[in-house]
């Protein structure tokens, strides 16, 4: 199976998502587990991740002393706070520390795979719906090319390609 991405899950109760570890391997992607904030960075520093799960509360390093760690040397790297806390202050430091998403437990494994599939592939997917656009437009004005006869037909073409 074509390997869809690399996901480091940095969670200190990480044995309670085995499920969700299947279920996103099983989707065909790559998927470390850590324990804690400390080894989260060392991984980023050492692998190529491709995007976070962040745990808010860890023992020692918290989700966002963590964060702040790894975006100091991997800013374009995506992280998604998965946590209990439903507090409205720490969606907002999550939103200023540039989670790209914050997730509330519990959590299912397609919610999961979503946010990661979104995290990952929303940039190509849309390239991909863009570039389907743009065909289908190219054969529309193809056709009225092929039947243009007079120079009314030429002004429309020259509007829609403007």
């Known amino acids: 199976m074509h390997q869809k991405g690399h996901i480091l899950w940095a969670d200190d109760e990480i044995g309670m998502f085995k499920a969700h570890i299947l279920y996103l391997e099983d989707k065909g992607y790559e998927v470390t587990p850590v ?30 002393s963590t964060l702040k760690k790894i975006k100091d040397k991997h800013p374009a790297l995506p992280v998604i706070m998965i946590t209990k806390n439903e507090e409205e202050w720490l969606m907002e430091e999550a939103i200023a520390a540039q989670f790209t998403q914050y997730l509330t437990k519990p959590v299912n494994p397609s919610q999961i795979f979503i946010a990661c599939k979104n ?10 719906y863009a570039a389907k656009d743009y065909l289908q437009a190219f054969e529309k004005i193809s056709q009225k090319i092929d039947k243009a006869e007079c120079i009314e037909d030429w002004y429309d073409i020259m509007d829609e390609l403007t």
Do not use: P, R, T, Y
């Open 119 to 128: 995290a990952l592939e929303s940039h190509k997917i849309q390239s991909e």
């Open 35 to 64: 324990n804690s904030g400390e080894d989260a960075i060392q991984l980023c520093d050492e692998k190529n991740i491709d995007v976070v799960l962040l745990d808010e509360m860890m023992i020692g390093l918290d989700g966002l």
